[in-house]
């Protein structure tokens, strides 16, 4: 990996991302559930939560971009993890039942307002160093290890995840995760400086994310938080409705999935750096990856969620790595524009997770919840939109 990064900046950071999500998977897959759990399984209260999260990212992204030209991104992303464990630490609580009756929505307004600011100080810095710090000729590798290291979370996390809260109950879980976070900042601390400063006023990065120029990459990129917020909230929701509330079998079942797609995912970064991998795989992919949904609509045994899982964490390989690389790769040559670049990435994104949620959200109250995986499928077909963006960009 040495030929393909700025070592060891890349490393310190791929080091830092690890210390963040290897213990994030302990509760990851349990958070709609214990939303819905707290709120005596309300389909809704998921939906309405992470919506709220994710609008307030959205308005406050140009503004905080702005902020981090005081602050400094390194500052910024060890100061994430701060904000990280607090999330953490409020959500514990509300599972102690500190904010019981009316004082629940303090709570809830706490744990929200300190995951947009985590989002905040470690999103923006996060994706400019990923770019920053990788070489194009290889950066599908790089992107690979990244995301094989998030898979590897994957199996392990879900499972021993359920154990804990089989065992001990969410805020033992979540007090886990939210000492670990902190470790974090050791390794983003240790981060190279980065002189990237942020133009762009509030105004003018909502024209421009609508603008002509990008609006491939922008609608590229509100399927691509579509499709995500689905896996994110819904299946989990589904997965533990159909194994009748066990949070041991959802663990379990969650791991298997992830456990089986760690090779493909080495193999995929591998393919991506061919000279025309990206936009290929890409193409076959968001078709694989429809399916992948259309399919999870019809499971109604444990042995089907394995089956269909399995085979759309194998679809998405070829949709999650070439969309980041073909970012990353637009980013990186956008010169001094790579913050400006990231800021519409990120706003784009949570459009497409508040849009999507909507609609679960509507769809809940009409059909089974399932039927949300059919505008996971559509967001899936759009995700070629970016490619489209990635052919425009290489003339």
């Given at each position: 990996m040495s030929d393909s990064t700025t070592f060891p900046g890349f490393y310190r950071l791929f080091s830092g991302r690890a210390l963040l999500t290897l213990p994030a998977y302990l509760v990851g897959v349990f958070m709609p559930i214990f939303l819905y759990e707290l709120f005596n399984r309300s389909e809704v209260a998921p939906f309405l939560f992470y919506t709220v999260g994710y609008s307030l990212y959205l308005l406050l992204l140009p503004f905080g971009a702005r902020t981090l030209n005081k602050r400094g991104y390194r500052l910024s992303i060890a100061m994430s993890t701060?904000?990280?464990?607090?999330?953490?630490?409020?959500?514990?609580?509300?599972?102690?039942?500190?904010?019981?009756?009316?004082?629940?929505?303090?709570?809830?307004?706490?744990?929200?307002?300190?995951?947009?600011?985590?989002?905040?100080?470690?999103?923006?810095?996060?994706?400019?160093?990923?770019?920053?710090?990788?070489?194009?000729?290889?950066?599908?590798?790089?992107?690979?290890?990244?995301?094989?290291?998030?898979?590897?979370?994957?199996?392990?996390?879900?499972?021993?995840?359920?154990?804990?809260?089989?065992?001990?109950?969410?805020?033992?879980?979540?007090?886990?995760?939210?000492?670990?976070?902190?470790?974090?900042?050791?390794?983003?601390?240790?981060?190279?400086?980065?002189?990237?400063?942020?133009?762009?006023?509030?105004?003018?990065?909502?024209?421009?994310?609508?603008?002509?120029?990008?609006?491939?990459?922008?609608?590229?990129?509100?399927?691509?938080?579509?499709?995500?917020?689905?896996?994110?909230?819904?299946?989990?929701?589904?997965?533990?409705?159909?194994?009748?509330?066990?949070?041991?079998?959802?663990?379990?079942?969650?791991?298997?999935?992830?456990?089986?797609?760690?090779?493909?995912?080495?193999?995929?970064?591998?393919?991506?750096?061919?000279?025309?991998?990206?936009?290929?795989?890409?193409?076959?992919?968001?078709?694989?990856?429809?399916?992948?949904?259309?399919?999870?609509?019809?499971?109604?045994?444990?042995?089907?969620?394995?089956?269909?899982g399995l085979y759309h964490n194998f679809a998405r390989i070829f949709t999650k790595t070439p969309v980041d690389t073909i970012y990353y790769d637009i980013a990186a040559d956008s010169g001094h524009y790579i913050d400006e670049l990231t800021v519409l990435r990120e706003m784009a994104i949570q459009i497409g997770r508040i849009l999507a949620l909507m609609g679960a959200l509507l769809l809940s109250l009409l059909v089974a919840v399932q039927w949300t995986f059919a505008l996971a499928a559509v967001a899936a077909l759009i995700l070629n939109a970016l490619y489209a963006q990635h052919e425009v960009h290489r003339v």
């Open positions: 701060v904000w990280n464990t607090l999330y953490y630490a409020a959500l514990a609580a509300l599972g102690l039942g500190l904010f019981a009756g009316d004082y629940i929505w303090l709570g809830l307004g706490a744990s929200v307002l300190a995951i947009v600011l985590f989002r905040l100080h470690y999103w923006l810095p996060y994706h400019v160093e990923v770019a920053s710090l990788t070489r194009k000729q290889n950066r599908g590798r790089a992107v690979s290890l990244i995301l094989s290291m998030i898979t590897v979370a994957g199996v392990f996390g879900p499972f021993l995840g359920g154990v804990i809260i089989e065992q001990l109950g969410f805020p033992i879980a979540f007090m886990v995760v939210a000492g670990a976070s902190l470790l974090a900042a050791i390794p983003f601390s240790l981060l190279p400086k980065q002189h990237e400063h942020y133009d762009w006023t509030y105004a003018q990065t909502w024209r421009k994310l609508v603008s002509k120029k990008y609006r491939p990459l922008t609608l590229a990129m509100v399927a691509n938080g579509a499709e995500n917020v689905v896996g994110i909230v819904v299946w989990p929701l589904f997965i533990y409705l159909l194994l009748n509330a066990d949070y041991l079998a959802v663990g379990a079942v969650s791991s298997l999935i992830v456990g089986a797609t760690i090779a493909l995912q080495m193999m995929a970064g591998q393919h991506l750096d061919a000279a025309r991998g990206r936009g290929n795989m890409l193409r076959v992919g968001s078709v694989l990856a429809a399916l992948g949904w259309i399919t999870k609509i019809f499971v109604v045994s444990a042995f089907q969620i394995f089956v269909a």
